[in-house]
């Protein structure tokens, strides 16, 4: 069965450095890997995705992702965080069953301080 | 475009009532899903609709159902609701190209609290 794991409940950064927010992934075949965003009271935004090629995925707001087959793992990446990044990040993948359907982490909440 | 939208956003209701949750998918999109998202179980997969028929379920009691109409709208019901079923619900639409990398995005989503 496909799985996804986000292994770090919080991730607390200061404004201005490099975040980092891990995820690993269980699946058998080539994954569609998901990243999105959630804010207080907001439903989920749509950050990047990893399909097919290139390993490293550029997204919106800055963020990347790192596809990396050999450690099963899509970690999400920012060069300098911002206050406003601050919420709760969830990776998911598409299940292999031939429909829409997205398995889900356990989220992470980023907190980056002032 | 406009986005996924979800009617109404917050919705009170008492042990043993039911409710009906709306969601409108995105123009041109085919497929819709549905989650629950509970601090405890984290986001749960409800079920999936593409083209009026549900595609996938998810382990959810027969309370929860679900339906789309021929615009591709579509509404969950929950009957003889519980404690448990306070939860924020969220609706997403992709195209349905299924099992492929077509990307779901979601609606605000529906507070629903049960007491």
């Known amino acids: 069965a496909q799985s996804v794991a986000q292994p770090e409940d919080q991730v607390n950064v200061a404004e201005g450095n490099p975040l980092t927010v891990k995820c690993t992934y269980s699946v058998s075949g080539n994954p569609y890997l998901f990243w999105y965003v959630q804010y207080p009271n907001r439903g989920l935004q749509f950050l990047l995705k990893y399909i097919t090629g290139d390993n490293l995925v550029k997204g919106s707001y800055g963020f990347e992702a790192e596809f990396n087959k050999s450690q099963t793992s899509f970690h999400l990446k920012k060069p300098s965080a911002l206050v406003s990044d601050s919420a709760l990040y969830f990776c998911a993948v598409r299940d292999m069953g031939g429909t829409d359907k997205l398995i889900f982490g356990t989220g992470t909440r980023l907190q980056v301080f002032p | ?115």
């Open chain 2, 1 to 115: 475009k406009a986005g996924v939208t979800q009617t109404p956003r917050y919705l009170i209701k008492t042990r043993g009532q039911q409710v009906t949750l709306s969601c409108s998918p995105i123009s041109g999109h085919r497929s819709v899903s549905w989650y629950q998202q509970t601090p405890g179980q984290g986001l749960q997969f409800l079920f999936e609709y593409f083209s009026e028929t549900q595609r996938n379920k998810g382990n959810f009691p027969g309370r929860f159902s679900g339906r789309q109409f021929s615009n591709s709208r579509s509404e969950m019901n929950v009957s003889t609701l519980e404690l448990g079923d306070s939860a924020l619900y969220l609706c997403a639409s992709n195209t349905g190209d299924s099992g492929g990398p077509d990307t779901q995005y979601f609606g605000p989503g529906t507070r629903l609290t049960v007491l």
